[in-house]
């Protein structure tokens, strides 16, 4: 067992120049799956939102530098979810108002026509495009890149970004502090025991301990902020501007024309 914490703020390793999603501007990557998200909201059939997160899947497992956990996750776990949602929603459409009457099985006095399937699973397919162009961004940005990018593209005031990378980075910590206090009780024998009730008590015993460490960090960190003359000036500088290049307005240019073309066609 060990009881050292793992650092919360420690860089990962560098992204090879062939996953290019990671370096690209965070807004590029909402804008260019945005036309198709307000388009999905509007299609009613099979074959559109089905050809997007064939799309997106793609795009993620070429672009992006994924653990095995989200590969299984996006190739098994996405599928198995959609089919599950396409049946469920199926149950939940009036077979009455759909074209194909064709039975698939029979509940008692209900029939599952295959018109319903064919709701749910348009309907599921929708949801799960959504969710997969969702993905392309959120698997391969970082919160602060995010606030970066809406300073400096959005020009969004600055004292707005830096308060959301603070709050990001107040995740981590929260971790690593929650980390240090479990294995401080569990030396100390704090809480002990196996079972639900242990587990209770495990997790109330750790959120004085914890909050009282998020209001010192609070306080450093105002501190800190306060010390670096933090909103005394109208713009502040980056160590890591956000830029937008050309290859961005290349991404977002075609991933429009692939959009209008999968509608059109």
Same mark, same amino acid.
Request: no cysteine.
């Given at each position: 067992m060990t009881f050292l914490s793992p650092d919360p703020y420690g860089t990962s390793a560098p992204v090879p120049r062939s996953r290019f999603l990671h370096h690209l501007n965070p807004l590029a990557k909402v804008a260019a799956v945005l036309p198709a998200w307000v388009a999905l909201l509007f299609t009613r059939d099979i074959v559109t939102p089905l050809v997007f997160v064939v799309l997106g899947v793609a795009l993620i497992l070429v672009g992006a530098r994924l653990r095995p956990a989200i590969v299984v996750g996006l190739l098994v776990v996405l599928p198995a979810i959609v089919l599950v949602m396409a049946v469920s929603f199926g149950f939940w459409t009036d077979a009455s108002r759909v074209a194909d009457q064709r039975i698939l099985f029979s509940i008692g006095a209900y029939d599952y026509t295959v018109g319903a399937l064919a709701v749910g699973l348009a309907t599921s397919l929708r949801l799960g495009?959504?969710? *997969? $162009? #969702?993905l392309v961004g959120g698997l391969t940005t970082t919160g602060p890149d995010l606030a970066r990018a809406l300073v400096a593209q959005l020009r969004i005031p600055y004292r707005i970004g830096y308060t959301a990378i603070a709050a990001y980075r107040f995740l981590p910590r929260f971790g690593s502090e929650?980390? %240090?206090? =479990?294995?401080?009780? =569990? /030396? +100390?024998? /704090?809480?002990?025991?196996w079972g639900p009730i242990a587990a209770v008590r495990r997790a109330f015993a750790a959120v004085v301990?914890? $909050?009282?460490?998020?209001? =010192?960090? #609070?306080? &450093? !960190?105002? %501190?800190? !902020?306060?010390? &670096?003359?933090?909103?005394?000036?109208? *713009? &502040? *500088?980056? +160590?890591?501007?956000? &830029?937008? =290049? !050309? +290859?961005?307005?290349?991404? @977002?240019?075609?991933?429009? %024309?692939?959009? @209008? #073309?999968?509608? /059109?066609?």
């Open positions: 495009a959504l969710v *997969t $162009l #969702a929650l980390m %240090l206090i =479990r294995q401080a009780q =569990r /030396v +100390r024998g /704090v809480a002990g025991g301990p914890l $909050l009282a460490s998020s209001i =010192r960090h #609070a306080e &450093r !960190m105002a %501190l800190a !902020m306060e010390s &670096r003359a933090f909103g005394a000036h109208p *713009t &502040r *500088t980056e +160590r890591t501007p956000s &830029r937008w =290049r !050309m +290859r961005d307005s290349v991404f @977002v240019a075609v991933a429009v %024309l692939v959009t @209008v #073309a999968v509608f /059109v066609l």
